[in-house]
């Protein structure tokens, strides 16, 4: 059983940054695949950025490049996304996700987390 926990999210102004962390139990977190998702309301879930378990590649929307930051700390079980440049259509929850194997920037993931409120004000 694989658990993942998302945190960092709150209430930040237009430009400014928040770092979401993503924990995840087990002693194989570099077994798995990382993503961030996000979903807004009145909207489907988007991508929004991928790492391999090695940390070795990583993917991202074309509405975050530039701008969001993925990284991981294998020893520490745990994923970050760094966001700088924050604008008000980041406004979203976030989501955690983890699979095992190859890394995907569809919602294919075998496990997430419950969700973080990341509110950008303008």
């Known amino acids: 059983q694989v658990h993942v926990v998302e945190s960092g999210g709150g209430l930040v102004q237009a430009g400014g940054s928040l770092r979401l962390s993503c924990a995840v139990s087990g002693r194989t977190f570099s077994s798995y695949a990382m993503g961030w998702f996000r979903q807004a309301p009145g909207k489907e879930r988007e991508f929004v950025a991928a790492?391999?378990?090695?940390?070795?590649?990583?993917y991202y929307a074309d509405s975050v490049k530039g701008r969001f930051t993925i990284s991981r700390d294998n020893a520490k079980n745990t994923m970050y996304l760094q966001m700088n440049s924050l604008k008000p259509e980041d406004t979203a929850v976030y989501y955690c996700a983890a699979r095992y194997g190859v890394v995907l920037t569809t919602a294919a993931y075998n496990y997430w987390g419950q969700g973080t409120q990341v509110t950008v004000s303008s």
């Open positions: 790492i391999s378990g090695s940390g070795g590649s990583t």
